[in-house]
């Protein structure tokens, strides 16, 4: 996608060394725009739990990546019990994201069919690189799919912008290029159709306000950003046409584990017969969890992103301010699961289907 007129994607080897992967630091979105290298296990995973890259293919691309670093960083005479120590600290970084053990398995599962310790560390790369190139594909693939929503809505309004309400960020920042809930809406502008984003700012760390707004500012689309409780207001007065939003782990029975907040937008679109829909690539099924708001491990992350609020003060410089009284107890839950029953559909790279097993198999008849 655009920066500047200039296209990136989130995560590359570094052109002159591949043994280096670059990321964009976005902790610092959107008031600075910072590429950092990463060349060891542990700042990747630094990386990915402080969320220097985050949202769910991201994470799974810059997991691949780490297992080609963890390859080059193991031994060679103790190659296996290296490169499973070094998988079993990435998995340990974030556990709600599926993406990240999917990406960490399938590298395990490449290298293991190599024989010698060289021909595992070109695999690995081979793989990371393809993870991400597929991450690619199949959001655009998921835009092309999506757009169908949109189009529909938009005839049914005349040509009148259709709006969209979407929760945290998952756009082309939280993938390697297009995003998942925004790819549908990429696809819908560069059709001509006119559509306008309700962006919830998504507290407390804010990916909506920092991340979505900036994205969608660069690629052009018109948006207006929202206190994360406006959303049911607007429904009820006829001013969402549909709610698109991404997913870190979505069962093989529908259920969807999403950012903190997506439960209570799911119920007030449910109530005010307004199409609720998750955009997601395969790689974010979880194919062993049935019931996902019983099983589905919830991540809880530091008070802190809750009583304090980092941004830009007026002379530029960039602060950080304690919000509540000092030492304030807080309870960061950083995701909630919202129930297939509430879900209209899932927007995936092979079509969109219905949030139940059955209508998932068949779309992965290969996962049955
Ligand atoms: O904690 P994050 O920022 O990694 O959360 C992930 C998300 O960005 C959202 O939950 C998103 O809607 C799904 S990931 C595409």
């Not at 082309?172 to 819908?188: E, K, M, N, R």
């Not at 530029?316 to 839950?333: F, K, W």
């Amino acid at each position: 996608m655009l920066i500047k007129s200039k296209p990136y994607r989130t995560i590359w080897s570094h052109p002159d060394d591949s043994t280096i992967t670059q990321i964009i630091d976005q902790r610092k979105l959107p008031h600075e725009f910072i590429i950092v290298d990463l060349a060891t296990v542990a700042y990747f995973c630094t990386a990915i739990k402080d969320m220097y890259v985050r949202g769910a293919g991201l994470i799974g691309a810059t997991a691949g990546f780490a297992m080609y670093t963890a390859a080059l960083q193991s031994r060679d005479a103790h190659f296996a019990e290296d490169i499973q120590q070094f998988a079993r600290e990435l998995s340990a970084t974030r556990p709600t994201a599926k993406n990240l053990v999917w990406a960490i398995e399938r590298q395990l599962t490449a290298m293991a069919a190599c024989s010698s310790v060289q021909e595992k560390r070109d695999k690995g790369l081979e793989v990371a690189t393809a993870i991400a190139d597929e991450d690619a594909l199949f959001c655009k693939q998921i835009g092309e799919h999506g757009v169908a929503l949109i189009k529909e809505i938009s005839k049914r309004k005349n040509g009148q912008p259709v709006n969209i309400l979407t929760h945290c960020n998952a756009g082309w920042l939280a993938f390697v290029d297009y995003g998942s809930a925004t790819a549908p809406i990429y696809q819908a502008n560069n059709d001509g159709i006119a559509v306008h984003v309700w962006v919830d700012e998504t507290r407390p760390w804010l990916q909506g306000a920092r991340l979505t707004a900036w994205e969608l500012k660069e690629e052009g689309i018109p948006h207006t950003l929202i206190a994360d409780n406006t959303g049911g207001h607007l429904m009820q007065h006829g001013m969402v046409d549909l709610v698109i939003v991404g997913t870190d782990r979505t069962t093989f029975t529908g259920d969807v584990a999403n950012k903190i907040g997506t439960y209570l937008k799911a119920l007030a679109a449910y109530d005010n017969n307004v199409p609720f829909y998750v955009a997601l690539p395969s790689s974010t099924f979880d194919w062993q969890i049935e019931d996902g708001v019983k099983d589905i491990p919830i991540e809880k992350r530091d008070g802190d992103e809750i009583n304090k609020i980092t941004g830009r003060a007026e002379n530029g410089e960039m602060i950080t301010v304690l919000v509540p009284p000092e030492n304030t107890e807080s309870a960061n839950y950083s995701f909630d699961v919202t129930p297939a029953r509430l879900v209209t559909g899932l927007i995936t790279e092979r079509g969109i289907v219905a949030a139940n097993q059955d209508a998932i198999l068949n779309l992965y008849p290969e996962k049955r």
